[in-house]
């Protein structure tokens, strides 16, 4: 079916090509057909006063399903990002039963691969098979030691596509992470640290790559915009110290990127934070004026996708459009029109700036109130 309309006089910041400038965005059958001013189109969107970008990606999200389908499942969860305006996640594969066995693991991607999003599926570093290796694995949701993990490392000699997501979820995490660090430069594997959370650990962070260590890290939405003070997460909420090292660390190049962690859960009891729709707000809301547009919405896309090697979606003539319009009105975030199935979601009733309004990925437009 032939669809054709026009994006007009959208202030369009584009992270990929560093630029931004006013435009029109020609779409055809969900691929950007052009870029100038005054295209001439019998459907056309108003974005005289709107922000248009690319898609978000995040490498650590939560989609729960299997025992856990009243938290979250694949198809809310995916719509949930969709909301947040993400179209390229990566899921980690600690669900119950955890993703340790060749059905379930199939299961999984089978179901992920139906999504209108990109939906990659982390491996658990438990499940390891020499005919099945993937790009992607973690110990999410279960500690691991120094032991373990190099036993599992000698599996991976001269295997340099694939990235291992190490989580250091406690009191330890900053003597943890420079014992890994030490570790994987002995490997040809890639290290990505996740979520880090303390101040030391920036340091160490910044103190290794200074001297040639090559590995990347991410830092989550929550921790560098407190939380509750009783709130249940796993590394827990940080101080203002640690909330100044983490946001220093970002806008220096120590921290990578920024992945949400997006954790639902059916109650309050468990650890865990549903976020991925308030991702970009609570961003806007930290940089807002430290930096530019184009260098914070990089912490969720641009950064990202170089980090774990996925697709840039670049806002360029022959590209499949993949695009978040985004109004500059305040809003209430409230429950009602949360997507995801989790009711673990902080900031609910806070004021926000720039709401979401249309996210665009090939043929689909999804509109939001």
């Known amino acids: 079916m032939f669809f054709r309309y026009v994006l007009k006089n959208c202030n369009i910041v584009d992270v990929f090509s560093n630029k931004e400038y006013k435009s029109d965005i020609l779409i055809e059958d969900g691929i950007i057909k052009d870029i100038d001013t005054n295209i001439v189109c019998k459907v056309e969107f108003n974005c005289s006063d709107k922000i248009v970008t690319s898609t978000f990606s995040d490498g650590h999200v939560h989609f729960r399903d299997l025992l856990q389908k009243g938290s979250g499942t694949i198809e809310s969860e995916s719509k949930a990002c969709i909301h947040g305006g993400f179209a390229q996640v990566l899921v980690m594969p600690n669900t119950i039963p955890p993703l340790t066995n060749m059905f379930l693991v199939e299961y999984y991607k089978g179901k992920l691969r139906k999504l209108n999003i990109d939906a990659k599926l982390v491996y658990d570093y438990r499940y390891y098979r020499i005919d099945d290796i993937n790009k992607y694995y973690t110990n999410d949701g279960k500690d691991i030691s120094l032991k373990d993990l190099k036993k599992f490392l000698i599996n991976f000699i001269n295997n340099s596509d694939t990235i291992f997501i190490l989580h250091c979820c406690d009191v330890h995490e900053p003597s943890k992470i420079l014992s890994a660090i030490e570790l994987f430069s002995n490997y040809d594997i890639k290290l990505h640290i996740t979520h880090v959370s303390k101040k030391r650990s920036v340091e160490i962070i910044r103190k290794a790559k200074e001297e040639g260590f090559n ?11 407190l939380l509750p003070y009783d709130w249940k997460v796993n590394p827990l909420p940080n101080n203002f110290r640690d909330v100044y090292a983490l946001i220093d660390g970002l806008l220096d190049g120590t921290i990578d990127c920024i ?13 865990g934070v549903n976020i991925i729709e308030s991702v970009y707000n609570i961003i806007f809301k930290v940089f807002d004026g430290r930096v530019s547009q184009k260098q914070y919405l990089s912490y969720i896309s641009k950064n990202v996708n170089k980090v774990f090697d996925l697709k840039d979606r670049k806002i360029e003539i022959g590209k499949m459009a993949s695009l978040v319009v985004i109004n500059k009105k305040s809003f209430i975030k409230n429950q009602e029109k949360i997507y995801s199935k989790g009711i673990n979601i902080p900031y609910l009733n806070n004021k926000f700036v720039n709401k979401i309004e249309k996210v665009i990925i090939g043929n689909n437009i999804y509109e939001f109130e």
């Open 215 to 225: 590995f990347t890290c991410d830092v989550t939405p929550h921790h560098l915009f």
């Open 259 to 271: 992945c949400s962690d997006h954790s639902p859960h059916s109650n309050f009891s468990k650890n």
